[in-house]
């Protein structure tokens, strides 16, 4: 050989150079575990488009919350199906809401969990759109300031239930700073927000619609959730939610927003999330269910990419599985 060569290799020669040198370490402690709610009592009904996920009751949902703790996951964040759905999405902030209960019982069984509230009110308006809708010159539009009354008062619902972090996920314009005046005018002045603050019109998000039994009923969320083609925009929502009070912020979907999350855990230095959402998961386990792909490895590559690129923790539906499969 004419010319040195540089050898990289010399640092993967064995599995403990390896340990010595990795850069990103997976930990059960990175994950937030996803659960649905919904009425009635005993229920544990399989998720079709999400095998291993369920759609729980107030009573059985303390399960995988215990075992969650159990295995490190340090949060849960918990999205309802209401008994009955409207036009103002009044079981978003009813008192004795499927999630309001659902957090009271996982509090009072499982205290050192900390329990999230996605607050969104697709899952309960009968149009399946996440707000007030009115007609418009374009077909119909998101009644945003209307919205805002309403994410206020879910998040006063919410934080008197007990959830210790609430998580707007509507997009409304101004709902991280409609949700701080709330908190703070109603003695919550110490409850965090986790802001969805980038969120995509993804196609990413089928397989939860399925599990919340969200679909919008007409027309998309195209008016409201971002373009995916947009970066400089993300930065901008997340700029708002910043000046607005988020105290964490979220990017969603995961994997295929890795650009955007690096640069908001970059530019802003909050405390970032990602959503590895419903459609990362169908895709992994899918190919994992036909044997196309090995599902524990393709998972833990996906979660540690994200982690990689700047997460500082994630909501996954891979989190009780891999938990257990880092060993914990
Ligand atoms: C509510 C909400 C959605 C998801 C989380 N919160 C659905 C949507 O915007 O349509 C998707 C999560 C997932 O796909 O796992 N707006």
Redesign the pocket.
């Known amino acids: 050989m004419a010319f040195p060569i540089n050898r990289p290799r010399r640092l993967r020669a064995s599995a403990g150079i390896r340990t010595l040198v990795r850069e990103t370490v997976l930990s059960p402690a990175d994950f937030v575990l996803?659960l649905f709610i919904r009425p009635g009592k005993g229920e544990k009904r399989p998720i079709g488009s999400m095998p291993g996920h369920f759609q729980w009751s107030v009573d059985t949902v303390v399960g995988p919350a215990k075992e969650a703790a159990k295995l490190g996951v340090p949060a849960v964040i918990l999205?309802g199906i209401p008994e009955k759905k409207d036009a103002k999405a009044s079981g978003a902030y009813a008192k004795d809401g499927i999630v309001q209960r659902a957090a009271r019982a996982i509090k009072d069984a499982v205290p050192g969990l900390v329990v999230m509230a996605?607050l969104?009110?697709?899952?309960y308006t009968d149009h399946g759109h996440?707000g007030i809708i009115r007609k418009s010159k374009d077909g119909f539009i998101l009644d945003n300031d209307p919205t805002l009354d309403l994410v206020a008062k879910t998040a006063l619902s919410q934080a008197a239930a007990g959830f210790d972090v609430v998580a707007p996920?509507?997009?409304a314009d101004g709902q991280v700073g409609a949700i701080r005046a709330a908190l703070d005018g109603g003695g919550f002045k110490d409850t965090p927000i986790l802001a969805?603050a980038v969120?995509y019109?993804?196609a990413?998000?089928?397989?939860?619609?399925d599990?919340?039994e969200?679909?919008?009923a007409f027309g998309d969320?195209s008016t409201y959730?971002m373009d995916p083609a947009n970066w400089r925009e993300a930065m901008r929502e997340a700029a708002l939610d910043v000046a607005e009070g988020a105290d964490m912020l979220m990017v969603?979907?995961g994997l295929p927003y890795l650009d955007v999350l690096s640069a908001v855990r970059e530019r802003f230095g909050l405390p970032t999330a990602a959503?590895?959402?419903?459609?990362?998961?169908a895709m992994v386990k899918a190919a994992g269910k036909m044997g196309w792909m090995d599902e524990k490895r393709t998972a833990l590559e996906v979660l540690t990419s994200i982690k990689r690129a700047g997460a500082d923790f994630m909501?996954t539906?891979h989190a009780l599985e891999a938990a257990r499969w880092l060993g914990a």
């Not at 969104?120 to 899952?123: R, T």
């Not at 959503?275 to 998961?281: I, R």
């Open positions: 996803p999205f996605d969104c009110f697709c899952e996440c996920s509507g997009m969805y969120k019109s993804s990413f998000y089928g397989p939860f619609r599990a919340a969200s679909p919008p969320r959730q969603k979907p959503y590895s959402v419903s459609g990362e998961y909501l539906y």
